[in-house]
T-cell receptor
């Protein structure tokens, strides 16, 4: 079945550092891809998405590009803030419209 | 107003008990979901309802029974609770079963002792 693999965390960065969280997927066809974020004690929120190859999703300074050739959707941000500390989930929507999530990557940003 | 709300926020109970978790959404969506997040943060769908009809039923023990009295509510009843049921349960909703954006509730943390 379809699956999503994310880099294991935690990822610890200093404020203003560059962030990359790797995500690769296995799927039949070309599923829509997502990044969701979970702040401490809260539910998941959609951060960004991309629906076809070479699309770039962006929001709040975060970006991710749908790479069909490498089946990847890596999350990047040029300058992280303490408030970005959260758990980030990569996900795809499979052919039966189910969201398949990766295992999540915890990001800790230190002042 | 909270878009997707769940009650209770925390639930501590003994093995063998029966418990329910309630979910309500005020977004006017017609599709609702239950997800389970285990201790390693791994998140997996359990059920999905569209217009009160069950459309996704993953491999979940039949001790778990979702009930949707109307489009705005999806409750989860769990019989004979086991230690392995300890997790955070998230409710979510979307406009349409094929919608790409789902809106999640704050979660219910269940601890079975």
């Amino acid at each position: 079945g379809d699956s999503v693999t994310q880099m294991e965390g935690p990822v610890t960065l200093s404020e203003e550092a560059f962030l990359t969280i790797n995500c690769t997927y296995t799927a039949t066809g070309y599923p829509s891809l997502f990044w969701y974020v979970q702040y401490p004690g809260e539910g998941l929120q959609l951060l960004l998405k991309a629906t076809k190859a070479d699309d770039k999703g962006s929001n709040k300074g975060f970006e991710a590009t749908y790479r069909k050739e490498t089946t990847s959707f890596h999350l990047e941000k040029g300058s992280v803030q303490v408030s970005d500390s959260a758990v980030y989930f990569c996900a795809l929507m499979d052919s039966s419209y189910k969201l398949i999530f990766g295992s999540g990557t915890r990001l800790l940003v230190r002042p | 107003d909270t878009a997707v709300s769940q009650t209770p926020k925390y639930l501590v109970t003994q093995m063998g008990n029966d418990k329910s978790i309630k979910c309500e959404q005020n977004l006017g969506h017609d599709t609702m979901y239950w997800y389970k997040q285990d201790s390693k943060k791994f998140l997996k769908i359990m059920f999905s309802y569209n217009n009160k009809e069950l459309i996704i039923n993953e491999t979940v023990p039949n001790r778990f029974s979702p009930k949707s009295p109307d489009k705005a509510h999806l409750n989860l009843h769990i019989n004979s609770l086991e230690l392995g049921d300890s997790a955070v349960y998230f409710c979510a909703s979307s406009q349409g079963a094929q919608a790409e954006t789902q809106y999640f509730g704050p979660g219910t943390r269940l601890l079975v002792l």
